[in-house]
């Protein structure tokens, strides 16, 4: 039995991830392992990002880009994530911060209709959202978590990302992620972004540019290759088909990114290959 725990850090960019801002994730991907190349998807928006995690296809195939239910039509021609665990009898959770009004009936689409088994919250701030999750997983010793933290997106947008209240956000992150490996040593920890912030407006992130579609991508326990740096480009969509590997689940043809089992140590990228 394996279990992984994907960890989205809404609006944190990479340049953020520092000694003196957040020490536990730079350690993290030095001592395992990180990608350099890392992007989200077009547009570089929550909405959009999170749909991609949630179906494994891109924008364009779900065609969810902003708040609204629009997309439900095509949910019928999709694959979601969850759904493919729950076919293999694997729990599936989700904790996040609190949601926005008019971002809840997405939320409860998504998981409502991907079989997922609950969505606690909610509840602000990073550590206590880590914390959260934690006593669920707790209980958990096997299966698939989900965590958002809204932390880093919220200052973004109230100040500017790289302000210091944004900074601020980074650390309290850091906070939740080193609580979260510390206490689960034998689990995957995905930990990545949904888009960056501040290329364009400077409380802003959905306008093409670079620093709004680089995100961190960072892979930690129990089977991941030490001191490893991807340099091919490698984008949010590769991550739902390598955590259906690493489960042990088929990944569905039509998903559009790859399996990283460069990410994975020897022994274990050949049980995942």
Same mark, same amino acid.
């Given at each position: 039995?394996? +279990?992984?725990?994907?960890?989205?850090?809404?609006?944190? &960019?990479?340049? /953020? $991830?520092?000694?003196?801002? #957040?020490? @536990?994730? !730079?350690?993290?991907?030095?001592?395992?392992?990180?990608?350099?190349?890392?992007?989200?998807?077009?547009?570089?928006?929550?909405?959009?990002?999170?749909?991609?995690?949630?179906?494994?296809?891109?924008?364009?195939?779900?065609g969810l880009v902003e708040p609204g239910l629009?997309?439900?039509?095509?949910?019928?021609?999709? +694959?979601?994530?969850?759904?493919?665990?729950?076919?293999? &009898?694997?729990? /599936? $959770?989700?904790?996040?911060? #609190?949601? @926005?009004? !008019?971002?809840?009936?997405?939320?409860?689409?998504?998981?409502?209709?991907?079989?997922?088994?609950?969505?606690?919250?909610?509840?602000?701030?990073?550590?206590?959202?880590?914390?959260?999750?934690?006593?669920?997983?707790?209980?958990?010793?096997?299966?698939?978590?989900?965590?958002?933290?809204?932390?880093?997106?919220?200052?973004?947008?109230?100040?500017?990302?790289?302000?210091?209240?944004?900074?601020?956000?980074?650390?309290?992150?850091?906070? @939740?992620?080193?609580?979260?490996?510390?206490?689960?040593?034998?689990?995957?920890?995905?930990?990545?972004?949904?888009?960056?912030?501040?290329?364009?407006?400077?409380?802003?992130?959905?306008?093409?540019?670079?620093?709004?579609?680089?995100?961190?991508?960072?892979?930690?326990?129990?089977?991941?290759?030490?001191?490893?740096?991807?340099?091919?480009?490698?984008?949010?969509?590769?991550?739902?088909?390598?955590?259906?590997?690493?489960?042990?689940?088929?990944?569905?043809?039509?998903?559009?990114?790859?399996?990283?089992?460069?990410?994975?140590?020897?022994?274990?990228?050949?049980?995942?290959?």
């Amino acid at each position: 039995m394996a +279990r992984c725990v994907v960890v989205l850090v809404d609006g944190l &960019r990479p340049d /953020a $991830i520092s000694r003196v801002h #957040a020490p @536990a994730l !730079r350690a993290l991907g030095h001592d395992y392992t990180r990608a350099l190349h890392a992007t989200t998807v077009r547009p570089s928006v929550t909405v959009a990002a999170l749909a991609s995690l949630a179906t494994g296809v891109s924008p364009a195939t779900h065609g969810l880009v902003e708040p609204g239910l629009g997309f439900l039509g095509r949910l019928g021609t999709l +694959r979601p994530f969850a759904r493919e665990l729950s076919k293999h &009898r694997i729990p /599936a $959770i989700v904790v996040a911060g #609190a949601l @926005a009004p !008019r971002s809840r009936p997405v939320a409860w689409a998504l998981t409502a209709c991907a079989g997922i088994n609950l969505l606690a919250g909610p509840t602000d701030g990073a550590p206590r959202i880590a914390g959260q999750a934690l006593r669920h997983l707790q209980r958990m010793p096997h299966g698939f978590a989900f965590v958002y933290l809204p932390d880093c997106d919220r200052a973004g947008h109230a100040h500017g990302w790289m302000s210091a209240p944004y900074l601020q956000a980074v650390r309290d992150v850091d906070d @939740a992620v080193a609580l979260l490996h510390v206490l689960l040593p034998d689990t995957l920890l995905i930990v990545l972004s949904d888009h960056g912030g501040g290329g364009v407006m400077p409380t802003d992130h959905d306008l093409p540019h670079p620093v709004n579609d680089w995100i961190p991508l960072i892979l930690s326990g129990a089977g991941v290759r030490r001191h490893h740096t991807i340099t091919d480009p490698v984008s949010l969509l590769d991550v739902p088909p390598t955590v259906l590997e690493w489960l042990g689940v088929p990944v569905p043809g039509v998903y559009e990114g790859r399996v990283l089992t460069e990410a994975f140590a020897p022994s274990r990228h050949a049980a995942v290959a």
